[in-house]
């Protein structure tokens, strides 16, 4: 079982920027809710779509973490773009590539002329913007693999704003903003269900009907980092509970869909309210008897990469499929057998993707910041040496 190297003491974090191992397990969670709602049948798996709820929490925690750590240093603005772009893109792009180059090829390009004339230009996600085509149209792309790229939008947006909210808002100031952030997504979501009912996707994709849960993970941040938490242990894992308690009212008058007036706006908040509360125990709790079992490796390692999980588990699955499907079994798919299989293989190939292209790339940055950001020394260093 990984320790984790964080201490906390009355609600306040000692190390704020020290591997919370647990909150990996959280993203865990999170990406194999997201699985089970793709992969298999059922009331629950039917939830899963709540899982990127609490992936916007945990990314909302984490960017700000980092910011409010650089705010004010050198190179604040181009270090970020710089570690995000290095993070973010090249699977991402990969899988945009890979995808439109199989439509063209397959079936003589019927895939791609299908995705041009029913959905949009491919551009939409060359550009991190097909969430905002979707939210026009009403309307998913026909591949299923560039759906899933909708909350990936999300957060690219939210990573091209939020750095300068928090570079230009001053400190004492933020947990205003951040809160109204909260309400004025509420309203808008509102506002947009009352002016276009029907038009789901507008509440469900658009970044600023989203920002609610990434700025409940940065008041996060910011409480842990600059005071104490306002809540004792007990009392934020009971509020988390309410929130638990108050969606599933939700879901019983209104069932499991994110396509109802209810779920579509206060639904959505109280989800995040939900995350937000228990990612804060979590935090308040790292390394402590009570989240042992968050430290589990098979969990945290789960965790770690669950961004190529998210990412790959749709054109994986589809593979899988279509091999099955040419082999005479047309009721695999959504079983309990086909889960465990598009599961595992999944898991197998995101590992594979970490291991051999995103870690290597994540290791050549600290080399590439120093050539970007260290010149001046460099130069010294070599004139001293002549």
């Avoid at 990984?2 to 003491?9: D, F």
């Avoid at 308040?284 to 969990?299: D, E, F, I, Q, V």
Wanted: charged share 15%; aromatic share 14%.
């Amino acid at each position: 079982m990984r320790v984790c190297t964080s201490r906390t003491s009355c609600g306040k974090l000692l190390a704020p920027q020290a591997r919370i191992p647990e909150l990996d397990t959280l993203r865990a969670f999170a990406v194999f809710a997201v699985l089970s709602h793709h992969y298999l049948l059922g009331f629950l798996p039917q939830l899963g779509w709540m899982g990127v709820d609490l992936f916007f929490v945990l990314s909302g925690y984490f960017i700000t973490t980092i910011l409010l750590a650089a705010r004010g240093s050198q190179n604040y603005y181009s270090r970020f773009y710089m570690r995000r772009a290095l993070r973010i893109l090249p699977l991402y792009y990969l899988q945009v590539g890979g995808i439109l180059l199989y439509s063209i090829l397959a079936s003589s390009g019927a895939a791609y002329e299908e995705l041009v004339k029913g959905w949009g230009s491919p551009l939409w996600f060359w550009f991190y913007a097909g969430n905002i085509r979707s939210a026009v149209l009403n309307a998913f792309p026909p591949n299923f693999s560039l759906t899933l790229l909708w909350s990936v939008q999300v957060e690219e947006q939210f990573y091209i704003l939020y750095p300068l909210l928090i570079a230009l808002v001053p400190p004492k100031h933020l947990r205003r903003v951040l809160t109204g952030t909260i309400a004025a997504a509420l309203l808008l979501r509102i506002g947009l269900a009352l002016a276009v009912p029907g038009h789901w996707r507008l509440q469900f994709v658009l970044m600023p009907c989203r920002m609610d849960d990434l700025a409940m993970g940065a008041l996060i941040a910011d409480y842990f980092r600059s005071s104490q938490w306002p809540l004792r242990s007990k009392t934020t894992l009971l509020f988390a509970a309410a929130g638990l308690m108050l969606i599933s009212v939700l879901i019983y008058f209104n069932g499991p869909s994110w396509q109802s007036l209810a779920m579509g706006t206060i639904g959505f908040t109280l989800i995040g309210v939900t995350g937000m509360m228990t990612v804060a125990w979590v935090v308040l709790n790292a390394g402590k008897p009570s989240t042992k079992y968050l430290r589990l490796r098979p969990l945290c390692w789960a965790g770690s990469i669950s961004y190529g999980v998210y990412l790959l588990h749709g054109p994986v699955a589809l593979a899988i499929k279509t091999m099955v499907y040419r082999l005479g079994y047309h009721s695999f798919d959504k079983t309990p057998l086909s889960a465990l299989i598009y599961t595992a293989a999944t898991l197998t190939i995101a590992a594979a993707s970490f291991r051999w292209m995103e870690e290597p790339i994540l290791k050549s940055r600290i080399h590439l910041e120093q050539w970007l950001f260290n010149a001046p020394e460099r130069k010294n260093r070599n004139a001293n040496a002549t």
